[in-house]
């Protein structure tokens, strides 16, 4: 691990300007992610600006009948928190599906929607990996993909973003909140916020320099039925092979998203609209354009079967 220096912020506004005027700062919250990134320098900032101090930790009902969740609200205490038990229980599940119940216990929402892809070339810093260092090439692209995009990649990088609560906020729409330098705040639909691979994978979202995520708000409550559906190569603390979030309702039109599958949560609403149709028709839809690998090909006929799954289940 490199030599950094640390502070840890008391003002938000503060804590951007530490962020956005100094290169090579980074902000820390949980850590689960940047600590075990830092240890193998695959990150090597020089400077932390710990917000856990900013109170943004706190689950607030909204004027329009939905939830404010702080950034730095722990995924246990989301998963567990009555309202979202109720009446957004895909969210409760597709936290209490990623890693385990230690990480969860100090992994923040903003840092849980921050987390970088695991790509196995990523994390090696001998290997090509446009992600890590752009311009130098993939070398996953023609090497082992298994796990890797099939669908928003590029030539440039064939990653996926790992996470499970982004695919659930994603079916619910939710919006991410940002504060920036000159003390602007931002709202940014979750459609909006992940990139796809494009030319610079290594800009993984749709934050600038030294923003900071301030909450994460969640429209009204959708009804319907709640579904997280994740397919892994062993029953725990594994990233999703395929993953399905859906909200299904009593007429079994609804919400899908797939994880596992690509750089952002996927998610096509002319797909979802097919759900009466079935799975095979949905994951026609919305995987049209797929570039898929040797290795990962058969994620196109997991996600058909992840989601009839689902279907199943809302019909019982
Ligand atoms: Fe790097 Fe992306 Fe290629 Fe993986 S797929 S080696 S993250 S550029």
Redesign the pocket.
């Given at each position: 691990m490199r030599a950094f220096t640390y502070e840890r912020a008391t003002d938000p506004i503060a804590a951007v300007r530490a962020v956005a005027g100094r290169p090579g700062a980074k902000f820390i919250a949980g850590g689960t992610n940047l600590l075990d990134l830092m240890k193998i320098e695959v990150e090597t900032p020089t400077h932390l600006v710990d917000v856990q101090d900013l109170g943004f930790d706190k689950i607030e009902a909204t004027r329009d009948g939905g939830l404010r969740i702080g950034a730095l609200v722990t995924n246990t205490t989301l998963a567990a928190d009555e309202r979202i038990r109720r009446d957004y229980a895909v969210l409760s599940r597709a936290i209490l599906a990623g890693a385990s119940g230690q990480l969860r216990n100090k992994a923040s929402t903003a840092g849980n929607l921050l987390q970088r892809?695991r790509?196995?070339?990523?994390y090696d810093i001998n290997?090509?990996?446009?992600?890590?260092q752009p311009g130098s090439?993939?070398?996953?692209?023609g090497?082992y993909?298994r796990q890797?995009?099939i669908i928003g990649?590029s030539d440039?990088?064939?990653?996926t973003f790992p996470g499970d609560m982004a695919v659930a906020m994603r079916v619910l729409d939710a919006v991410i909140e940002t504060v920036d330098a000159t003390g602007g705040t931002r709202s940014i639909p979750i459609a909006d916020f992940h990139r796809l691979?494009g030319d610079h994978?290594e800009q993984d979202t749709a934050l600038k320099a030294g923003e900071l995520i301030t909450a994460v708000t969640l429209p009204r409550p959708l009804g319907g039925k709640h579904f997280y559906e994740k397919v892994r190569d062993r029953a725990s603390y594994a990233y999703a092979l395929v993953s399905v979030a859906a909200v299904i309702q009593p007429d079994g039109t609804g919400r899908v998203a797939f994880g596992g599958v690509a750089p952002k949560p996927w998610r096509v609403e002319a797909a979802e609209a097919l759900l009466p149709q079935g799975a095979a028709a949905v994951t026609e839809k919305a995987f049209t354009g797929a570039t898929p690998t040797r290795d990962n090909a058969f994620k196109l006929p997991l996600a058909t079967r992840a989601l009839a799954a689902v279907i199943a289940q809302a019909k019982a």
């Open positions: 892809t790509c196995p070339y990523f290997m090509p990996c446009n992600k890590r090439g993939c070398a996953a692209i090497g993909s890797l995009g990649v440039k990088c064939i990653a691979s994978p």
